[in-house]
T-cell receptor, first 115, second 113 residues
Framework: GAVVSQHPSWVICKSGTSVKIECRSL??????MFWYRQFPKQSLMLMAT?????????EQGVEKDKFLINHASLTLSTLTVTSAHPEDSSFYIC???????????FGDGTRLSIL | GEDVEQSLFLSVREGDSSVINCTYT??????LYWYKQEPGAGLQLLTY?????DMKQDQRLTVLLNKKDKHLSLRIADTQTGDSAIYFC?????????????FGTGTQLKVEL
């Protein structure tokens, strides 16, 4: 089946650091990738939709200068949390999909802890 | 916008059936999904149903869709302790995997011995 790899799985860093999270579709070409954020004991909140070769579409309330998304190829999207602060600590999950079929496939998530 | 609601918590005994319910508001939903999330892990797709179907069965899982009432349910037969997790329903519009999902609030299932 389709596999989406997310890296790193857990990162701890100091306040002010920028952190990059990678999302790769390993055995298929993803036309669209999605980035979600999940707070403890809450549901997933869509942050942005990323299409290969074009700018990401951000959901209302998500700062695009804070959360930089790059989707340079059909198998890789990256989310960079710039100048991270403790309030950015969260679980970030990506998913990848193709327009021609269902469903989306999810990565295992990245736990980000900012000290 | 879309709104997807679930009850927060369900507790069942091992061996019993579990029924997790979900209601949604968007009548243009095309696909409806059930995902499982274990602590600290990502989402595992359990099953999904196209909106023109009423029921889908996959081994221990049965999905029922009442499109008129915008109600979706997931029945897990012979529930095991390994089924303890948070279950999310989700909906999307359109027919491709490139469409964004709207997730429900999640139901925590606890299976007791």
């Amino acid at each position: 089946g389709a596999v989406v790899s997310q890296h790193p799985s857990w990162v701890i860093c100091k306040s002010g650091t920028s952190v990059k999270i990678e999302c790769r579709s390993l055995d298929f070409q993803a036309t669209t990738m999605f980035w979600y954020r999940q707070f403890p004991k809450q549901s997933l909140m869509l942050m942005a939709t990323s299409n290969e070769g074009s700018k990401a579409t951000y959901e209302q309330g998500v700062e695009k200068d804070k959360f930089l998304i790059n989707h340079a190829s059909l198998t890789l999207s990256t989310l960079t949390v710039t100048s991270a602060h403790p309030e950015d600590s969260s679980f970030y999950i990506c998913s990848a999909g193709r327009t021609v079929d269902q469903p989306q496939h999810f990565g295992d998530g990245t736990r980000l802890s900012i000290l | 916008g879309e709104d997807v609601e679930q009850s927060l918590f369900l507790s069942v005994r091992e061996g019993d059936s579990s029924v997790i319910n979900c209601t949604y508001t968007d009548s243009s939903s095309t696909y409806l999904y059930w995902y499982k999330q274990e602590p600290g892990a990502g989402l595992q797709l359990l099953t999904y149903i196209f909106s023109n179907m009423d029921m889908k069965q996959d081994q221990r899982l049965t999905v029922l869709l009442n499109k008129k009432d915008k109600h979706l349910s997931l029945r897990i037969a012979d529930t095991q302790t390994g089924d303890s997790a948070i279950y999310f329903c989700a909906e999307s519009q359109g027919t491709g995997g490139g469409n964004k999902l709207t997730f429900g609030t999640g139901t925590q299932l606890k299976v007791e011995l």
